[in-house]
């Protein structure tokens, strides 16, 4: 009787001893592997945009930024204005100053090298795969390892994330979510150590990711959500954590205000950037919007053809009758009520719905009013819902019977059958991804590649035919293919076609005649743009040039001082006005003036010569030689005769 009590004692011993080991080795999983992979298949698929160089964006962010371009010196001025402030002089709602600072730092070390940035741009995206998967690990441990290794790899070869990681302003978009996601991390930390440190740093990240992007704040709903459908962290804890957030929040908005104040996106906003802007009645323009939603579940599933713009009027103004705004509707609405049924439940599918609905509220236009109508960018973060969705339903049709947390090797993983069923989607999306990519290598692929996907696109077509006009018709500042230039009027006519009031557009057809020596064709168009858009310096620079050329320098002056004062961070501007100065003798004031365009673009080597031509009229030796010297150092041919 002893001997049986003694061997049920041992047995039960031994169990409880096998438990523990179990357990133990559990903690020992090397994930490390799947880091690598990740990270290399991430970095891989985005490797052919390394030698790209500035598109789109990346001009008004970095090329022709004077404030990121003044490298470690931009930095407090990058702290305390507006997104756009070291490019144009209009107001500006956005705040974004993190990847800014990035740029000046890169720009700092490496000018002018857009090798660097992409590269950046690839690595941290990687990154964020890599931290999606430990945060998918933490947060379905009730799963296998499968189901987060295949939601990744999904993520990371999606081909609707290329104009992210494909244009490096967009690179906002990545730090935002991988801020985000640390967050998270940071605070599971947190929970179990109960360290005030880590509850720290994740309230920092927190704060960084909103200074990444204002889309941000949606992680405010979308962590505590996190931590109740997974039980992470219990709720009074989820509460107190919720609260804390305010804080970076609250700090965020502090910052904001006092860089632009309080900007209204509806009064910023046109119809050639937000086709809903153009929308009769509050009924057409949520039925549209509601019809883009389901443009963007579209795009998730059939993610081709992929096109860098769909605003007016590529996407028509729609009524309660459009059979794609019933769709789109009636997609929805299930959804939503899946989500509500489930959420009681805690069932994962839940979880992915209302991901997906709060990461794309703000970017919704129901709610407010954004700088576009549709971006394929703006699915960056919500696709993670539904690539994790797909990843569920691949597990879920490969009858995958593999136990949460089960010792594997990385090889047993990667050779199973659910991944090897995902290859089915991965294959095909890493091609779409590398095919997508090479169209972002310049402004003009892109748009080459564009234009037949967006024909009806007023900005698509004004911006193929800037493309055409600088790319095909000139170079180095002469006319050397003049077909381009009546190439660029077809577009810029079909722009303005389109839309009738698309001042830009008739302020290029003013230049492409300019460059076709047909100065009073390109006057009346000039013309005709100030009518739609008083006030506009390019167009009275533009103007000036005319008069200057034609020997009316009072007339160009007159100009000149226009477009300073419309827009007193002008280079050009300030330039042009500089050489009207002193062809007219006013050499004190060309010198002001030639000072003020190194301010705003102080690479301009033409500058620098015309102000020690300057200093020459008026017999300064010294100073003339040195900025001659600095002429010559930035553009030797300068010194030819």
């Known amino acids: ?130 931290f999606l998967f430990k945060w998918l690990l933490i947060f379905l441990k009730d799963y296998s390892i499968h189901f987060a290794f295949i939601a990744v790899l999904l993520y990371a070869l999606h081909p609707i994330h290329t104009e992210v990681v494909a244009n490096i302003k967009s690179r906002d978009e990545i730090l935002a979510f991988l801020f985000a996601i640390i967050t998270m991390i940071l605070f599971v930390r947190y929970h179990h150590t109960s360290k005030w440190y880590w509850l720290v740093s ?80 509050f009924i057409s323009r949520y039925a549209t919007a509601i019809k883009i939603l389901g443009l963007y579940l579209w795009k998730l599933v059939v993610p081709y053809p992929l096109a860098c713009d769909y605003s007016y009027n590529q996407i028509p103004i729609v009524g309660l009758t459009n059979i794609y705004f019933i769709i789109s509707f009636i997609v929805h609405l299930l959804l939503f009520t899946l989500a509500i049924y489930w959420f009681k439940k805690r069932h994962l599918l839940s979880f992915l719905i209302l991901f997906y609905f709060i990461s794309m509220s703000i970017n919704s236009n129901l709610l407010i009013l954004i700088g576009t109508s549709f971006g394929e960018r703006l699915l ?27 010792i594997l090797s990385a090889y047993k993983v990667i050779f199973s059958k659910p991944v090897f069923l995902s290859l089915i989607i991965l294959v095909p999306y890493l091609f779409l991804t590398i095919s997508r990519n090479k169209d972002w290598k310049s402004s003009l692929s892109l748009y080459e590649a564009d234009i037949r996907k967006s024909p009806n696109s007023a900005h698509m077509n004004y911006y193929y035919g800037l493309e055409l006009m600088k790319e095909r018709a000139m170079k180095d500042g002469k006319v050397v293919n003049p077909s381009y230039l009546d190439s660029a009027i077809f577009y810029f006519t079909k722009a303005k076609q389109i839309i009738p009031t698309y001042a830009d557009a008739y302020d290029q057809i003013g230049l492409a005649y300019f460059r076709k020596n047909d100065w009073d064709k390109a006057l009346a168009y000039y013309d005709t743009c100030l009518t739609l858009a008083p006030g506009k310096p390019i167009t009275y620079s533009n103007m000036g040039v005319i008069y200057f050329q034609r020997q009316q320098y009072d007339k160009a002056l007159e100009l000149y001082e226009k477009v300073v004062r419309y827009d007193p961070k002008f280079a050009d501007g300030w330039f042009n006005l500089g050489s009207t100065y002193g062809t007219l003798g006013r050499f004190n004031d060309a010198i002001y003036a030639f000072k003020k365009c190194l301010e705003f673009n102080p690479e301009k080597a033409e500058a620098y010569y015309f102000l020690g031509i300057t200093y020459q009229n008026l017999k300064d030796e010294t100073n003339a030689q040195f900025y001659l010297n600095k002429a010559y150092e930035l553009n030797p041919n300068l010194k030819k005769p």
């Open 1 to 130: 009787m002893k001997k049986n009590k003694d061997r049920k004692f041992h047995n039960k011993q031994s169990s409880q001893n096998n438990l523990t080991k179990k357990l133990s080795n559990e903690k020992k999983i090397n994930y490390l592997p799947y880091y690598i992979i990740i990270f290399v298949v991430a970095f891989l698929a985005y490797a052919n945009t390394l030698t790209h160089g500035y598109v789109l964006d990346d001009y008004s962010v970095i090329k022709e930024n004077y404030v990121v371009k003044k490298g470690f010196e931009g930095i407090p001025t990058i702290l305390k204005t507006g997104y756009r402030f070291g490019y144009w002089n209009s107001p500006d709602n956005l705040y974004r100053p993190l990847s800014l600072i990035m740029f000046a730092v890169e720009w700092q070390l490496f000018p002018d090298k857009p090798f660097v940035s992409h590269l950046m741009n690839v690595i941290l995206f990687a990154l964020l795969c890599v």
């Open 202 to 281: 994740a309230l920092f990240s927190f704060l960084l990711a909103l200074l990444s992007k204002e889309s941000a704040i949606t992680f405010l709903a979308i962590i505590p959500l996190s931590f109740y459908f997974f039980k992470i962290i219990p709720n009074q804890r989820n509460v107190f954590i919720t609260v804390l957030m305010l804080v970076p929040v609250l700090l965020f908005f502090a910052m904001r205000h006092r860089a632009i104040g309080h900007q209204l996106h509806l009064d910023e906003t046109s119809m050639i950037d937000n086709l809903l802007v153009a929308a009769p009645d």
């Open 380 to 406: 960056f973060v919500p696709s993670f819902a539904y690539t994790t969705f797909i990843s569920f339903v691949l597990i879920k049709f490969s009858k995958h019977t593999i136990l949460p947390n089960s």
